[in-house]
């Protein structure tokens, strides 16, 4: 993508969700207010959020704790699968163990999830015009994360799955004019107590955090 100035783009996993997934936990609301103090200071133009409740708030709490920044709801920032690989894209020994979690899928989401992920790459990346760098925040959830870090990389576009962000964690992709993709920061919850960390993540992952 073309553009003269650099863009450091800010995603966020939403805080912690309730048990229904409506909104947050009590967790997932201290997870989103310490983050927002964290960023406290940064320029950002805009905060993007996916429409979700769990998304709207996190972004709500962060944005609570910055200075005039405008919130934006974004359908391309929800919650989506964002590519649905063939089997003979994935790596042999892997490729049932993807398949069977992509299965429950339906037809429209196979659909309209790539078109939603097209969509936040033409949003959400790249190089911006003018002769100001411009700072952006996405709260989004785990796939669209997955989904920028994997495109950041130049990996192949079925490597969004196996990538996991925490709850409230700070990742960050530094778009400079006339160099590729830099991610500059990936999962940090340096701004978290321990045991506001590594909540969304695999339980199998975690025995050794």
Known sequence: MTGTATRYLYLVRHGEAAPDEGGLAEGGRRQATLLGRRLRGVP????????????????????????????????????????????????????????????????????RGPELARRALELFTGPVDGEEDRHELVVTH???????????????????????????ALTVIRY???????????????????????????PEARSWA
Request: aromatic share 10%; charged share 20%.
């Open 44 to 111: 950002f133009a805009a905060v993007h959020h996916g429409p979700l409740a769990r998304a709207e708030q996190t972004a709500r709490l962060i944005g609570d704790q910055l200075e005039n920044v405008p919130l934006h709801v974004s359908e391309a920032a929800g919650d989506y699968v964002p590519h649905m690989p063939e089997r003979a894209e994935l790596p042999a020994d892997s490729a049932d163990f993807f398949l069977r979690f992509l299965d429950g899928a339906t037809e429209e989401e196979r659909t």
């Open 176 to 202: 400079a004019p006339g160099r590729p993709a830099s991610v500059l920061l990936s999962n940090d919850m340096r701004h978290l107590p321990a045991e506001l960390r590594w909540t969304g993540f695999p």
């Open 142 to 168: 785990n796939f669209l994360v997955a989904w920028l870090v994997r495109d950041a990389m130049h990996a192949p576009k079925w490597r969004w799955l196996g990538l996991n962000y925490c709850n409230a």
